[in-house]
T-cell receptor
Framework: AQKVTQAQTEISVVEKEDVTLDCVYE???????LFWYKQPPSGELVFLIRRNSFDEQNEISGRYSWNFQKSTSSFNFTITASQVVDSAVYFC???????????????FGKGITLSVRP | KAGVTQTPRYLIKTRGQQVTLSCSPI?????VSWYQQTPGQGLQFLFE???????NKGNFPGRFSGRQFSNSRSEMNVSTLELGDSALYLC???????????????FGEGSRLTVL
């Protein structure tokens, strides 16, 4: 069975601080996908990144960066120079790679509530 | 282009009633999936429909059902409502094609159901 653990439940930082959101996953699949989604107060989940299990290259997108380490089954997300607009709930998720290559069944972590204070 | 639209946004029902929620996916998307979000259980996968066929199903009782129409719009139904069914129900759409945007789901703002 797949499992995603986000041990941090709430994080509060002051604007311009860097913050790292941790994600640890469990799966028996050799091929899988990892994701981060952001949920602002409006409710919809916003896709941030997808990484497949064969691509351990770290990624940077503006103030966001992701560190994927298969050896520790972790996929951590860092926000550099945080801003008030980054306040939201952040979810890490995992999906298997179905034979068809298409799979909408995601296993989500419980989410991390990030509050960025001015 | 228009995003995923869910209706109604809010609704209140009483135990034993049934409810139908609607989801209009992004134009061109053929896959629609549904998730239940509660404070206790978090986000849980309900089911996925692709080209009018249920392609995947989560661990929910038979009271939860869904369907997809030829225009890719989807509905989910919950019968004999229980207090524990109070939740935010999120719909997500994707192309759903093999080798395509696996897991890159586009979510609606959800339908918040309260069961009294």
């Amino acid at each position: 069975a797949q499992k995603v653990t986000q041990a941090q439940t709430e994080i509060s930082v002051v604007e311009k601080e860097d913050v790292t959101l941790d994600c640890v996953y469990e799966t028996r699949d050799t091929t899988y996908y990892l994701f981060w989604y952001k949920q602002p107060p409006s409710g919809e989940l916003v896709f941030l990144i997808r990484r497949n299990s064969f691509d351990e290259q770290n990624e940077i997108s503006g103030r966001y960066s992701w560190n994927f380490q298969k050896s520790t089954s972790s996929f951590n997300f860092t926000i550099t120079a945080s801003q008030v607009v980054d306040s939201a709930v952040y979810f890490c998720a995992l999906s298997e790679a179905a034979d068809t290559g298409a799979n909408s069944k995601l296993t989500f972590g419980k989410g991390i509530t990030l509050s960025v204070r001015p | 282009k228009a995003g995923v639209t869910q209706t109604p946004r809010y609704l209140i029902k009483t135990r034993g009633q049934q409810v139908t929620l609607s989801c209009s996916p992004i134009s061109g998307h053929r896959s629609v999936s549904w998730y239940q979000q509660t404070p206790g259980q978090g986000l849980q996968f309900l089911f996925e429909y692709f080209s009018e066929t249920q392609r995947n199903k989560g661990n929910f009782p038979g009271r939860f059902s869904g369907r997809q129409f030829s225009n890719s719009r989807s509905e989910m139904n919950v019968s004999t409502l229980e207090l524990g069914d109070s939740a935010l129900y999120l719909c997500a759409s994707s192309l759903g094609l093999a080798g395509g945007n696996t897991g890159e789901l586009f979510f609606g703002e959800g339908s918040r159901l309260t069961v009294l």
